[in-house]
């Protein structure tokens, strides 16, 4: 007799894909920047030949006084504070407003997948202003949330009237300011109008140090007292030329920021990062600086850009320039530009298949990238 124990089961494979929410197996990626050693591996050049201009980074790096911060640090074998005590205080004095309405995070990103969490019940309806940065979306999928697009404008500017008439269906609105890939900012009345419609407004200002005069814009950090909701997120990454550690911020209503620091990983902001933000903000002058030389540069390239007859720049107050190619493929100018170690960004959407979004870089980048362009015109027959 043939025992049922000794019949060797066929053991079924685990399926790993019937695992996974079937949404995340379609979810395309997000598309995100290359290192520059990785960039120049794949050239076969040094890392000093590569001109990275497609990530918005700050081409003067860190504050002297956050690197020396960050080599003095003794405590990297303690776990950070979850509290985020030091930094909370910092940005509190810096920004005039509450240690309770501030909570910290691996960047801007960070804050902007927490808010989704907090508030996104599978199939809330999530505005979202293309072109505009790819975090929106991409985060609100993957919180389970539906992507609502209201385009922007011909101009770029904000389609303040279809936002109002979507805000029924949606709960949360993300408005970049200045936005990215198109460089402008959104008007005070603007935003009034957008808070009027009672959705959760979140303002992110990642480029907004080099917005406006001399870098000293309205931020809407001073409104978020008065408007229960609005929140405006902050980066380290752009101004305090600390993109590789992952440092931002969020000021809001206490209420969601005390939900926010509820369930967020306990020690997402490292030991690096709380020292080096601390120290920045104490280096704040210098940064300005640099901000403002980063603004002026972009002026004086926007000029040469628009002087090449195939380019025209869009008006940026961030640190990049939008440039719209006629006549000529714009996939085929950053491959070009690329083969001469110079790095610039190209968005595969409809509206702005045509056009490249360039960082700027430092004063002597600018005469490099005319020439390697100018030269890729002539090749290119124009
Ligand atoms: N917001 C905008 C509009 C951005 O362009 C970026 C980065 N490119 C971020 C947020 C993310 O910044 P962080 O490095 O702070 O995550």
Same mark, same amino acid.
């Given at each position: 007799m043939v025992r049922r124990s000794d019949v060797p089961m066929k053991k079924q494979p685990f399926d790993m894909r019937a695992l996974i929410r079937p949404d995340l197996l379609e979810l395309p990626g997000y598309v995100s920047i290359v290192p520059t050693d990785v960039l120049a591996e794949r050239l076969g050049i040094a890392e000093s030949q590569v001109l990275k201009l497609d990530g918005n980074e700050n081409p003067f790096g860190p504050s002297p006084r956050?690197?020396? %911060?960050?080599?003095?640090?003794?405590?990297?074998?303690?776990?950070?504070? #979850?509290?985020?005590?030091?930094?909370?205080?910092?940005?509190?004095?810096?920004?005039?407003?509450?240690?309770?309405?501030?909570?910290?995070?691996?960047?801007?990103?960070?804050?902007?997948?927490?808010?989704?969490?907090?508030?996104?019940?599978?199939?809330?309806g999530v505005i979202n202003c293309s072109p505009t940065f790819g975090m929106y979306p991409f985060s609100t999928e993957i919180a389970g949330g539906r992507?609502?697009?209201?385009?922007?404008?011909?101009?770029?500017?904000?389609?303040?009237?279809?936002?109002?008439? %979507?805000?029924?269906?949606?709960?949360?609105?993300?408005?970049?300011?200045?936005?990215? #890939?198109?460089?402008?900012?959104?008007s005070p009345d603007e935003l009034?109008?957008?808070?009027?419609?009672?959705?959760?407004?979140?303002?992110?200002e990642a480029y907004i140090e080099f917005a406006?005069?001399?870098?000293?814009? %309205?931020?809407?950090?001073?409104?978020v007292r008065?408007?229960?909701?609005?929140?405006?997120?902050?980066?380290?990454?752009?101004?305090?030329?600390?993109?590789?550690?992952?440092?931002?911020?969020?000021?809001?209503?206490?209420?969601?920021?005390?939900?926010?620091?509820?369930?967020?990983?306990?020690?997402?902001?490292?030991?690096?990062?709380?020292?080096?933000?601390?120290?920045?903000?104490?280096?704040? %002058?210098?940064l300005d600086e640099r901000a403002c030389i980063i603004t002026g540069t972009r002026e004086r390239l926007a000029v040469l850009l628009d002087e090449i007859p195939w380019i025209a720049t869009y008006p940026s107050e961030a640190n990049f320039l939008l440039c719209r190619l006629d006549g000529i493929d714009a996939v085929e100018v950053k491959d070009r530009l690329a083969k001469r170690g110079i790095f610039v960004?190209?968005?595969?959407?409809?509206?702005?298949?045509?056009?490249?979004?360039?960082?700027?870089?430092?004063?002597?980048?600018?005469?490099?990238?005319?020439?390697?362009?100018?030269e890729i015109g002539a090749e290119l027959g124009r």
């Open positions: 956050a690197l020396a %911060a960050i080599a003095d640090e003794r405590s990297y074998h303690i776990y950070p504070d #979850p509290d985020q005590r030091r930094v909370r205080e910092a940005l509190a004095g810096h920004l005039d407003t509450d240690i309770e309405r501030i909570v910290c995070g691996l960047g801007s990103d960070d804050l902007i997948d927490l808010i989704l969490r907090a508030v996104i019940l599978h199939g809330d992507v609502i697009d209201v385009p922007r404008l011909e101009s770029f500017g904000l389609d303040v009237e279809a936002i109002e008439k %979507a805000a029924s269906n949606a709960k949360l609105i993300f408005v970049a300011s200045p936005n990215n #890939p198109t460089g402008q900012r959104m009034e109008r957008l808070l009027d419609t009672g959705l959760l407004v979140v303002v992110d406006g005069v001399h870098g000293s814009p %309205a931020s809407a950090v001073s409104l008065e408007r229960e909701n609005l929140v405006v997120l902050r980066t380290f990454s752009k101004w305090a030329g600390l993109a590789g550690l992952r440092a931002g911020y969020g000021v809001m209503s206490p209420v969601l920021a005390s939900v926010l620091m509820t369930i967020k990983q306990p020690y997402n902001l490292n030991v690096a990062a709380g020292t080096a933000m601390v120290a920045a903000l104490e280096d704040r %002058a210098l960004r190209h968005f595969d959407s409809a509206r702005l298949r045509n056009h490249l979004r360039i960082s700027v870089g430092l004063e002597e980048h600018n005469a490099p990238v005319i020439a390697a362009l100018k």
